[in-house]
């Protein structure tokens, strides 16, 4: 089983720009594709970006061009870099991570994004 925790989250202003992390530990062996969901209040979870383990890229129209998602096999870490943010993209930010079918999750952090 693998084991995610998220960092970097917090309020910023429109415009800004902020920098998340995600730390896999456990059974982190064969882990695949790794990225991020994001959950605003009273919506759905959707798709933000994903990384393969070879360094094939994946985002979601809403984000191209301006969050960057990058990965560090050694250290088990996958970083979003968001840029140009807006308030439409408050959110929890959850990283994932797949492993032979099976898809584990962080426990979220909280980006708020001031107008």
């Known amino acids: 089983q693998v084991q995610l925790v998220e960092s970097g989250g917090g309020l910023v202003q429109a415009g800004g720009s902020l920098r998340l992390f995600c730390s896999a530990s456990?059974?982190?062996?064969?882990?695949?594709?790794m990225g991020w969901f994001c959950q605003a209040l009273r919506k759905q979870r959707d798709f933000v970006a994903g990384i393969s383990s070879g360094g094939s890229t994946n985002y979601a129209a809403s984000v191209k061009g301006r969050f960057t998602i990058s990965r560090d096999n050694a250290k088990n870490t996958v970083y979003l870099q968001m840029n140009s943010l807006n308030p439409e993209d408050t959110a929890v930010y959850y990283c994932y991570a797949d492993r032979r079918s099976y898809r584990s999750w962080g426990q979220g952090t909280q980006v708020t994004v001031s107008s």
């Open positions: 456990g059974s982190t062996f064969s882990m695949d594709v």
